[in-house]
């Protein structure tokens, strides 16, 4: 069964840092993108990051750029998130897809994206 499970999520005060991680089981990573997205409570679900297994290349939204960054190891991939805000509270999930979706418009076609993890909490708040 191929899928993802994030973990790492919790309570940090701002200015905090919390380490994610999504691990892959029933497939590689080697030929897929793995996308991290958030959705805070009233809002629509963004695209944040994303990691593309084939080049090593990554993309960052605006609103984490400098401040998260996207790795992999083995089979799974990692969001380090630093100096973190309370506009960072959201549930942050991961998702697979294809090599030409990591991009900014790539990462906002959610359908494409699959499959996706459960979710985890992050909360930024002193």
């Known amino acids: 069964q191929e899928q993802l499970v994030e973990s790492g999520g919790g309570l940090v005060q701002p200015g905090g840092s919390l380490r994610l991680s999504c691990a892959a089981s029933g497939f590689t990573l080697d030929y897929y993108v793995i996308g991290w997205f958030r959705q805070a409570p009233g809002k629509e679900r963004e695209g944040i990051s994303c990691?593309?297994?084939?080049?090593?290349s990554a993309y960052y939204a605006e609103a984490v750029k400098g401040r998260f960054t996207i790795s992999r190891d083995k089979n799974t991939v990692y969001l380090q998130m630093n100096s973190l805000k309370p506009q960072d509270t959201a549930v942050y999930y991961c998702?697979?897809?294809?090599?030409?979706?990591?991009?900014?418009?790539?990462?906002?076609?959610?359908?494409?994206?699959?499959?996706w993890g459960q979710g985890t909490q992050v909360t930024v708040s002193s």
């Open positions: 998702a697979r897809g294809r090599r030409e979706l990591c991009s900014g418009v790539g990462l906002s076609y959610f359908s494409s994206f699959n499959p």
């Open positions: 990691l593309s297994s084939s080049d090593g």
